[in-house]
């Protein structure tokens, strides 16, 4: 026991939190051994819906930013490279196929209206099939509510937000005037705009007691000032546009069976405006069944699906596509004070072959609910994109990434408290990389990323404190060196308080460690550790109504998170949200 109270100082943690993202249904986290973490819409908003700031509370993850709001946003999970993690918001594939590597930017991810997202880590193609090798990310938005809900909010750089939702209905637009992309500080003194607007919505219909039908839509166009890799580049912008769609039947013939069954849509158009203008436009169609059966102390659930990725651009030839389909069984039980997870999956791929993907993970209660032990293996791949593939850079010789990788920790909760400490290794084999001679991409390199996560979320009656502290090494196992923008260390400090519901605020402190980067201009550089302090508040004025401030890098802070790259300095918000 004194090991635990020293992993654990003072601690009593966690409520129960139900999941979908780590088994494809509804599951208590409890019962489950994989790392998850989730953010709350809450949490997200408080932040601005500045994804470098709404994850910074994940353990394992950093998020690297080429700029101000707009900007290009990447994710990397565990070490892992940003085309490596899955993203999906309610359920919908949004990995870009005509990104070089399919990656996701998190830069385009609408501010407003997000219910909470989950983040489970490690290896997960056993039901995700291709880009989960360091994870998956799952947005999901807010239910459909009669209540109609405003907000507005205003501040530095020429900032201003304005949102609208009502029936499941969404509408929300975004402006700054910006900070220069490329850092003011090396002669860029450009400020590069962003402009966009986002409507959509969510709606369930149910058909009968035992079948519904749920329906989200969403639409967004964004238009962002760029700066070429010289520096300021005037009239050089990006139209960014997204289009999503997925109806999923839920289906419950039996009080133990749940059946699902969806079809999902993805669009992507990305229209560069520079000296030699180049346009983007793929497509991701996806259908999808999945089935699970509740036994007394397990759950079983085999699932299919089909993808077809296809696209065209000013890099590529006609239009391209790929077409893949996968099967996977699962199954997980929670006895007593065991649980235990496994499954298997096949994907048939039509241009680059077959993957055969596992995971186990297993967990137990030492004691009961509120200290276990727990860990997980798995394996993962990842194919080509159609731009490594047909690009005049690509080959169609290319093999899937692959990677296989474990975790293992203690896992403390009791009530409203607590703290994980987890040590994980993934490694990669088969990476695509780009071949300076033949100007073609290539499997060629190897990877290595390992490192320590320590969370803690603890409650102190008004009072709030949450921690998560990352340490990571990533090694090109190829040459050696190590992989570029993941710090050495980084940790978040957050304290809140929070006053009956009528006013609180918060402290968030964030410290983000040496890591190797290149800059655009002076090629391999050595970036500075730097600690960002942020501060938000809320004062209630009446039911449904609240005022609430932010206040951004307070200590104005020159920083880049980037090599080359601006961020922003002392800045501040104010907002108002109401029930209309």
């Given at each position: 026991m004194s090991i635990v109270f020293f992993l654990f100082p003072l601690l009593t943690f966690a409520e129960d939190r139900i999941v979908v993202t780590a088994t494809r249904f509804s599951t208590s986290a409890n019962d489950l051994p994989a790392s998850i973490e989730v953010i709350s819409g809450e949490e997200w908003d408080r932040k601005g819906g500045q994804a470098e700031n709404a994850l910074s509370g994940v353990t394992g993850l950093t998020v690297t930013p080429t700029g101000g709001p707009g900007q290009t946003r990447s994710l990397l999970l565990r070490g892992s490279d940003s085309s490596q993690t899955l993203v999906l918001v309610n359920g919908i594939?949004?990995?870009?196929?005509?990104?070089?590597?399919?990656?996701?930017?998190?830069?385009?991810?609408?501010?407003?209206?997000?219910?909470?997202?989950?983040?489970?880590?490690?290896?997960?193609?056993?039901?995700?099939?291709?880009?989960?090798?360091?994870g998956v990310v799952q947005i999901f938005s807010k239910k459909a509510s009669s209540q109609a809900r405003a907000r507005v909010e205003g501040g530095s750089y020429g900032t201003g937000r304005a949102h609208f939702s009502v029936n499941g209905f969404r509408a929300a637009y975004e402006r700054t005037d910006g900070i220069s992309a490329r850092d003011s500080r090396e002669g860029n003194h450009e400020r590069d705009e962003h402009r966009a607007w986002t409507v959509g919505g969510t709606q369930e219909f149910p058909i009968h007691e035992k079948l519904a039908l749920r329906v989200h839509a969403q639409y967004r166009?964004?238009?962002?000032?760029?700066?070429?890799?010289?520096?300021?580049?005037?009239?050089?912008?990006?139209?960014?546009?997204?289009?999503?769609?997925?109806?999923?039947?839920?289906?419950?013939?039996?009080?133990?069976?749940e059946w699902r069954s969806a079809a999902s849509y993805s669009a992507f158009e990305r229209d560069y405006h520079e000296a030699t203008p180049t346009y983007y436009e793929a497509q991701i169609v996806k259908a999808e069944t999945m089935v699970r059966k509740s036994f007394s102390v397990?759950?079983?659930?085999?699932?299919?699906?089909?993808?077809?990725?296809?696209?065209?651009?000013?890099?590529?030839?006609?239009?391209?596509?790929?077409?893949?389909?996968?099967?996977?069984?699962?199954?997980?039980?929670?006895?007593?004070?065991?649980?235990?997870?496994?499954?298997?999956?096949?994907?048939?791929?039509?241009?680059?072959?077959?993957?055969?993907?596992?995971?186990?993970?297993l967990g137990l209660w030492l004691l009961p609910q509120t200290f276990r032990v727990k860990g997980n293996l798995g394996s993962a791949f990842k194919a080509p994109s159609l731009y490594q593939t047909y690009s005049a850079y690509g080959s169609q010789a290319l093999l899937p990434?692959?990677?296989?990788?474990?975790?293992?920790?203690?896992?403390?909760?009791?009530g409203p408290w607590e703290s994980e400490l987890v040590w994980y290794e993934n490694r990669f084999h088969d990476l695509i990389g780009f071949n300076t001679t033949t100007n073609k991409y290539y499997n060629v390199n190897a990877a290595l990323t390992y490192g320590l996560e320590w969370s803690l979320r603890a409650p102190l009656g008004p009072l709030g404190l949450r921690n998560a502290l990352t340490t990571t090494r990533a090694v090109d196992r190829t040459t050696g060196q190590h992989l570029l923008r993941r710090p050495q260390l980084s940790n978040t400090l957050?304290?809140?308080?929070?006053?009956?519901?009528?006013?609180?605020?918060?402290?968030?402190?964030?410290?983000?460690?040496?890591?190797?980067?290149?800059?655009?201009?002076?090629?391999?550089?050595?970036?500075?550790?730097?600690?960002?302090?942020?501060?938000?508040?809320?004062?209630?004025?009446?039911?449904?109504t609240k005022l609430r401030a932010r206040g951004e890098n307070l200590g104005n802070r020159h920083y880049q998170e980037v090599a080359g790259y601006g961020t922003p300095g002392l800045s501040g918000y104010l907002g108002l949200e109401t029930d209309l």
């Open positions: 594939p949004v990995n870009d196929p005509l990104q070089i590597g399919r990656s996701f930017d998190f830069g385009q991810i609408p501010i407003n209206e997000i219910d909470h997202v989950e983040v489970i880590k490690g290896p997960q193609s056993i039901l995700y099939g291709s880009n989960a090798m360091g166009d964004a238009k962002t000032d760029l700066d070429t890799f010289s520096g300021d580049a005037l009239g050089t912008y990006v139209q960014n546009r997204q289009m999503l769609f997925r109806q999923e039947a839920i289906y419950l013939p039996r009080e133990n069976i397990h759950q079983l659930s085999a699932g299919a699906e089909l993808w077809r990725d296809s696209g065209r651009s000013s890099e590529i030839t006609g239009r391209r596509q790929f077409q893949s389909g996968g099967f996977y069984l699962y199954d997980q039980l929670a006895w007593k004070r065991l649980q235990l997870s496994l499954g298997a999956r096949v994907d048939i791929h039509n241009e680059h072959g077959t993957a055969v993907t596992e995971g186990y993970g990434e692959r990677s296989r990788g474990w975790d293992a920790g203690l896992h403390f909760v009791n957050e304290l809140s308080y929070e006053k009956a519901a009528r006013y609180g605020g918060g402290l968030s402190f964030r410290y983000v460690g040496k890591r190797d980067d290149s800059h655009p201009l002076q090629g391999a550089v050595k970036m500075p550790t730097f600690l960002v302090i942020n501060a938000d508040a809320f004062y209630q004025l009446r039911e449904g």
